[in-house]
């Protein structure tokens, strides 16, 4: 029983949050690391986006069971009841709030919270009814570095203001990439991703976009003063190679190889960039 609550949560969504989110507390620390209250706000933080992922599954528990990914979630096949799920998540929910606004302050508490209803109440619902899930998403994916940011900093300044565009740039590619190589299954889900709607080659003029800023953006935590020029080298290194593999995409006609591709690369640079923030900051 124990597997299926550990389930609920999505592991490995709120393990990457909190990567990202330790990422945007070290670049506040600015040369000054309080390590007790970057611990708590991680707690804090990764209970919030607990929340939000097991209210997730039971708003999608009944498109879960369309899909080969998720069909064997708790709650699509009831190994757990629908209520006794909304009273995990909203505990979760209560318990991250909580230590967020005892330990850390209020606008970092605030901006965790409005992920969490953007996450919950708006893409959870609407990603059945519009292509601008991915963006909607995006932005609740794209607040736990901002809040870690903030409950170091106290404040929301341009740095906080980069992290949040720098997420976005990389996570509509990475979601985009899983459309694509998924795309049988979020057409049985009947969910309207950009593939399906506008097709591939639209999406991989997006993606190129999107990548393309992402490599803009990062230079600019360098050029502003906010990390060095080792964490430049390195994040730049690993966001050119994605850039050249997003180009890549318009050259050939094995568009779920090459968006598997980018998924993985996706993840090697969103890792690279958090650990030369750490690097640069520790």
């Given at each position: 029983?124990?597997?299926?609550?550990?389930?609920?949560?999505?592991?490995?969504?709120?393990f990457?949050?909190?990567?990202?989110?330790?990422?945007?507390?070290?670049?506040?620390?600015?040369?000054?690391?309080?390590?007790?209250?970057?611990?708590?706000?991680?707690?804090?933080?990764?209970?919030?986006?607990?929340?939000?992922?097991?209210?997730?599954n039971?708003?999608?528990?009944?498109?879960?069971?369309?899909?080969?990914?998720?069909?064997?979630?708790?709650?699509?096949?009831?190994?757990?009841?629908?209520?006794?799920?909304?009273?995990?998540?909203?505990?979760?929910?209560?318990?991250?709030?909580?230590?967020?606004?005892?330990?850390?302050?209020?606008?970092?508490?605030?901006?965790?919270?409005?992920?969490?209803?953007?996450?919950?109440?708006?893409?959870?619902?609407?990603?059945?009814?519009?292509?601008?899930?991915?963006?909607?998403?995006?932005i609740?994916?794209?607040?736990?570095?901002?809040?870690?940011?903030?409950?170091?900093?106290?404040?929301?300044?341009?740095?906080?203001?980069?992290?949040?565009?720098?997420?976005?740039?990389?996570?509509?590619?990475?979601?985009?990439?899983?459309?694509?190589?998924?795309?049988?299954?979020?057409?049985?889900?009947?969910?309207?991703?950009?593939p399906?709607?506008?097709?591939?080659?639209?999406?991989?003029?997006?993606?190129?976009?999107?990548?393309?800023?992402?490599?803009?953006?990062?230079?600019?935590?360098?050029?502003?003063?906010?990390?060095?020029?080792?964490?430049?080298?390195?994040?730049?290194?690993?966001?050119?190679?994605?850039?050249?593999?997003?180009?890549?995409?318009?050259?050939?006609d094995?568009?779920?190889?090459?968006?598997?591709?980018?998924?993985?690369?996706?993840?090697?640079?969103?890792?690279?960039?958090?650990?030369?923030i750490?690097?640069?900051?520790?």
């Amino acid at each position: 029983m124990l597997r299926h609550y550990y389930s609920l949560t999505k592991p490995g969504i709120v393990f990457g949050n909190s990567i990202t989110a330790l990422a945007g507390g070290l670049l506040a620390t600015k040369g000054s690391l309080d390590f007790p209250l970057l611990s708590i706000t991680l707690v804090g933080l990764g209970l919030i986006v607990a929340a939000g992922c097991v209210l997730n599954n039971f708003l999608d528990r009944l498109s879960d069971q369309l899909m080969p990914r998720t069909r064997r979630r708790p709650l699509a096949i009831k190994a757990i009841s629908e209520k006794r799920a909304l009273y995990f998540g909203f505990v979760l929910l209560f318990l991250g709030g909580s230590i967020l606004a005892f330990f850390t302050n209020l606008l970092a508490t605030c901006i965790a919270l409005i992920g969490f209803v953007i996450y919950v109440l708006f893409y959870s619902l609407l990603k059945h009814k519009t292509v601008y899930g991915t963006e909607i998403g995006s932005i609740a994916g794209a607040v736990p570095p901002v809040a870690g940011y903030c409950a170091i900093s106290h404040s929301f300044d341009f740095a906080a203001f980069l992290l949040f565009a720098i997420v976005i740039c990389w996570q509509m590619p990475h979601f985009f990439a899983i459309a694509m190589y998924r795309i049988e299954e979020y057409r049985a889900a009947s969910i309207p991703v950009l593939p399906i709607v506008r097709g591939a080659e639209a999406t991989k003029i997006q993606m190129l976009v999107y990548v393309a800023g992402f490599v803009v953006l990062i230079s600019l935590l360098t050029a502003f003063g906010f990390v060095g020029y080792c964490y430049l080298v390195v994040a730049s290194f690993l966001a050119l190679m994605w850039l050249k593999l997003a180009i890549q995409g318009f050259r050939t006609d094995k568009d779920k190889v090459w968006a598997r591709k980018m998924f993985q690369r996706s993840l090697l640079v969103i890792i690279g960039l958090c650990i030369m923030i750490a690097v640069d900051r520790v």
